[in-house]
């Protein structure tokens, strides 16, 4: 039986297809460790003990590189390395939650969002907060976290859902 490690890696493969599209942001180490540069509750995780079982990864950035990816004149990954480090950020960008299909629906997602958001929102004058979902289920999702946070939700289309 695969560990929940080895479930969430593969269910990351299968949600994003990352591998097949260079446009998006590949998670490794490197990323991980960029992302607590831009703000250490960037990455989160809800783990019982056993292992993950949910990950959340978000990260601010500022207005001008939203709106570049809301357009699709950057990608995902552009976007990503173009948010400089250790500056004053103007918005969030809710860029991946995955939770093993026995932990959904018990707000796991929405509670480590709403953490990550006050605790940038503690350093930052975060205006809005911007998605791209994959699902209409990750649409919702972004939806209820925005309402949490009181703050308008910007989504770029996706053509998958």
Not at 120 to 131: A, Q
Request: aromatic letters at 8%.
């Amino acid at each position: 039986m695969a560990t929940l490690f080895e479930r969430m890696i593969q269910l990351a493969d299968e949600v994003f297809e990352v591998k097949h599209d260079p446009n998006q942001l590949d998670v490794n180490e490197a990323v991980i460790q960029r992302l607590l540069q831009i703000h250490p509750a960037t990455v989160s995780e809800y783990n019982e003990g056993e292992g993950p079982a949910a990950w959340v990864l978000i990260f601010p950035t500022n207005a001008e590189l939203m709106h570049s990816f809301l357009k699709g004149k950057i990608s995902e990954k552009e976007l990503f390395e173009q948010t400089p480090i250790g500056v004053s950020y103007d918005c969030i960008y809710l860029c991946s939650a995955l939770v093993l299909e026995e932990y959904r629906r018990q707000g796991i997602v929405k509670n480590l969002s709403t953490l990550s958001i006050q605790s940038i929102c503690k350093v930052h004058p975060i205006e809005h907060l911007f998605v791209w979902a994959f699902s209409a289920v990750g649409d919702q999702c972004a939806t209820q976290i925005a309402k949490r946070a009181s703050l308008p939700l910007l989504r770029r289309e996706n053509p998958k859902h």
